[in-house]
């Protein structure tokens, strides 16, 4: 696209509206005009990323949203983007009224004594991979055309926005005063991040944890150790979950691509490797998903 054509670039698609939800996909190539500021958010959030992108808020620490990440926005707030991907930033939003928001924090333990002003007092969660594997079967549904059945859409985004509280993290909203005037930790999180924002963006490339250590200027046994403290899980985990979604995703956005190629594309070395790992992760095979 020009620059004329790409400043008249619709950012948001509403795939689905009701009283309780909005639904829509957010497209934004790293050299649109508004890639890095696209504006305040318009009431409560839960976004799921496809491309790896970075989101600065003031004052918070950085997060990197990925296919691993559920991030989370009050009404009105501002934020930025910077690249780590080389599309840019497309994602699927789900848009909630004030209510719901608040029911799904009481409901789940997390009510907060700002929660009235800030109802979403966490940037992101964890994105597990049955959560994933139905916000996409959803996107799925919204873009294949056919009539929207409406109870089925509201229900499936009420369990979204359950499982988006679900994935925040009780610890870290506790912990973040004393954790982030703690110099080792922050260089930990640091570590780990970045870490995280090179698996996001190279996990199609053969990658070693010798080659990923040299790239961050550290140590195998110290970013093995740092990274599966700080995330819950270890390098090949991550990078093989993340994988798995890009899968995923291919099949949903690529249904001509055959499941071999896509496997190998990716990095698994055979298709049964491949369809034993994608089995694993969403209960189900990548066969049986295609044919859904």
């Not at 003031?58 to 997060?63: A, F, K, L, N």
Request: charged share 20%.
């Amino acid at each position: 696209m020009n620059s004329k054509t790409m400043a008249k670039h619709s950012l948001n698609r509403s795939l689905f509206k009701s009283e309780l939800v909005e639904i829509g996909l957010f497209d934004c190539p790293r050299s649109h005009p508004r890639f890095h500021d696209s504006g305040p958010i318009s009431h409560y959030l839960v976004v799921f990323p496809r491309y790896a992108v970075r989101i600065l808020h003031p004052g918070r620490e950085e997060v990197v949203a990925s296919r691993q990440v559920m991030t989370l926005y009050n009404d009105g707030q501002e934020y930025r983007r910077e690249e780590l991907s080389e599309y840019g930033d497309q994602s699927i939003w789900l848009r909630f009224r004030k209510p719901e928001v608040l029911e799904a924090l009481q409901a789940n333990g997390r009510m907060h004594a700002a929660v009235e002003e800030v109802p979403f007092a966490w940037t992101h969660g964890h994105c597990d991979a049955s959560t994933y594997l139905l916000q996409r079967q959803l996107s799925r549904s919204l873009m294949g055309g056919g009539p929207h059945d409406f109870l089925g859409i509201s229900e499936t985004s009420m369990r979204l926005l359950q499982l988006a509280v679900m994935g925040t993290s009780t610890r870290s909203h506790r912990c973040k005063k004393m954790a982030s005037s703690t110099g080792t930790l922050a260089r930990h999180r640091q570590l780990a991040n970045r870490c995280e924002a090179l698996l996001t963006t190279e996990f199609h490339q053969a990658l070693t944890l010798e080659c990923i250590a040299h790239h961050l200027a550290t140590t195998p046994f110290h970013l093995s150790r740092i990274f599966s403290h700080q995330k819950g899980q270890s390098i090949h985990q991550f990078l093989l979950q993340l994988r798995l979604r890009a899968a995923l995703d291919r099949i949903v956005d690529q249904p001509e691509s055959s499941l071999t190629d896509i496997g190998l594309e990716l990095g698994f070395a055979t298709p049964s490797h491949f369809s034993q790992a994608f089995r694993q992760h969403f209960g189900v095979s990548p066969r049986q998903f295609k044919l859904q």
